[in-house]
């Protein structure tokens, strides 16, 4: 009798750690799963304020065209950051575009300094600030972004998860981290302060 209830408890205790392992591999993989979807929505929050300002970006080059035709430089220089930011195929093109477009956009703003009627404009006013406020939301949607990332990084880095997460294929995420020499920010003067 002794060797029976001696089999039995290694078969019980064996049922109890196999039954423990596949609770926590359930609820590992479904943090894992949640964490990595909640990089992708925060991700999709980017594009979508990106694309916003995609959007302005047209309405914003006709006014100044209108003012401004001489300064073809600065327009087509938007233009091309617009349009490399389009064709981006992953998140470190799509910063490095990003950073490309914000420059441009920068220098394009300084010519209008140039155009007092273009500022007093009340249609080009309204796009600076739209402009203005989007940036402001694209900051914000970085900021979650990375934040998310951090988190889902941190959680496949983790032991015991790293080696759970590397059997199941999660790998890390990559930050969307400005371009060398964004810390520089340009001298745009928006009319107020001359």
Same mark, same amino acid.
């Given at each position: 009798?002794?060797?029976?209830?001696?089999?039995?408890? &290694?078969?019980? &205790?064996? *049922?109890?750690?196999? #039954? *423990?392992?596949? /609770?926590?591999?359930?609820?590992?993989? @479904?943090t894992?799963?949640? $964490?990595?979807?909640?990089?992708?929505?925060?991700?999709?929050?980017?594009?979508?304020?990106?694309?916003?300002?995609?959007?302005?970006i047209?309405? =914003?080059? @006709?006014?100044?065209?209108?003012?401004?035709?001489?300064? +073809?430089? %600065? *327009?087509?220089?938007?233009?091309?950051?617009?349009?490399? !930011?389009?064709?981006?195929?992953?998140?470190?093109?799509?910063?490095?575009?990003?950073?490309? /477009?914000?420059? #441009?956009?920068? +220098?394009? $703003?300084?010519?209008v300094?140039?155009?007092?009627? =273009?500022?007093?404009?009340?249609?080009?006013?309204? /796009?600076?600030?739209?402009? #203005?406020?989007?940036? @402001?939301?694209?900051?914000?949607?970085?900021?979650?972004?990375?934040?998310?990332?951090q988190?889902?990084?941190?959680?496949?880095?983790?032991?015991?998860? !790293? *080696?759970?997460?590397?059997?199941?294929?999660?790998?890390?995420?990559?930050?969307?981290? %400005?371009?060398?020499?964004?810390?520089?920010?340009?001298?745009?003067?928006?009319?107020?302060?001359?």
């Amino acid at each position: 009798m002794n060797m029976i209830n001696t089999k039995t408890l &290694l078969i019980g &205790l064996t *049922i109890l750690v196999l #039954a *423990i392992f596949c /609770l926590w591999s359930f609820s590992s993989y @479904n943090t894992l799963v949640t $964490l990595e979807e909640t990089v992708g929505a925060q991700w999709g929050q980017v594009e979508n304020q990106l694309q916003r300002r995609s959007d302005l970006i047209p309405n =914003l080059v @006709n006014t100044v065209s209108g003012y401004a035709a001489h300064e +073809r430089e %600065a *327009i087509q220089a938007v233009a091309d950051a617009r349009s490399k !930011m389009a064709g981006a195929d992953s998140i470190e093109t799509m910063a490095a575009s990003d950073q490309e /477009l914000s420059g #441009a956009l920068s +220098r394009l $703003l300084a010519v209008v300094e140039n155009y007092p009627d =273009l500022e007093a404009d009340t249609q080009f006013q309204a /796009l600076q600030d739209e402009l #203005a406020g989007t940036e @402001n939301r694209i900051a914000v949607s970085r900021r979650d972004y990375n934040q998310s990332v951090q988190a889902y990084n941190t959680q496949i880095k983790r032991f015991p998860s !790293m *080696i759970f997460s590397a059997m199941m294929g999660f790998t890390s995420k990559p930050y969307f981290q %400005a371009s060398e020499g964004a810390d520089q920010l340009p001298e745009v003067n928006f009319g107020g302060g001359r």
